[in-house]
């Protein structure tokens, strides 16, 4: 399988009527989504904490995270975002892949639909 890029629109969750669209790289090994720091500002979205992530080659790097709203084929919602460095690639993570309800296919390399399950419910 190759690398697969997707069409990403993202905004502040206060601000929906100010977005951006970008081409994304769908990294399965990626817990959150990254976008580039100077374009977060620019949407007005705020870290909120600092985490620390591992990269490919083993270290260890702090970065700000936030909340932003990401749309991927239709589907719509929030999810933490990693302030990235200015030249970083987009990335689009795993949580943001399961909060639009999405799941990329190793063979073929597109995203399809994800079966949404809910294990627990009330029998009353």
């Given at each position: 399988m190759?690398?697969?890029?997707?069409?990403?629109?993202f905004?502040n969750p206060s601000h929906?009527?100010?977005?951006?669209?970008?081409?994304?790289?769908?990294d399965?090994?990626?817990?959150?989504?990254?976008?580039?720091k100077?374009l977060?500002?620019?949407?007005?979205i705020v870290?909120?904490t600092k985490?620390h992530f591992?990269?490919a080659?083993g270290?260890?790097i702090?970065?700000?995270?936030?909340?932003?709203?990401?749309?991927v084929d239709?589907?719509?919602?929030?999810s933490?975002?990693?302030f990235?460095e200015?030249?970083?690639?987009?990335l689009?993570?795993?949580?943001?892949l399961?909060?639009v309800g999405?799941?990329?296919?190793?063979?073929n390399?597109?995203?399809?639909?994800l079966p949404m399950l809910?294990m627990?419910?009330?029998?009353r």
């Open positions: 190759g690398l697969t890029f997707v069409k990403v629109k905004w929906p009527e100010i977005f951006m669209e970008r081409e994304f790289l769908v399965s090994g990626a817990v959150y989504s990254l976008v580039p100077p977060l500002a620019e949407l007005g870290p909120y985490k591992m990269v080659d270290r260890s702090e970065r700000d995270l936030g909340w932003a709203f990401f749309s239709g589907e719509a919602s929030p933490p975002v990693i990235g200015p030249n970083d690639q987009f689009l993570g795993v949580v943001t399961e909060s999405l799941m990329i296919d190793p063979i390399g597109k995203l399809k639909p809910l627990a419910v009330s029998t």
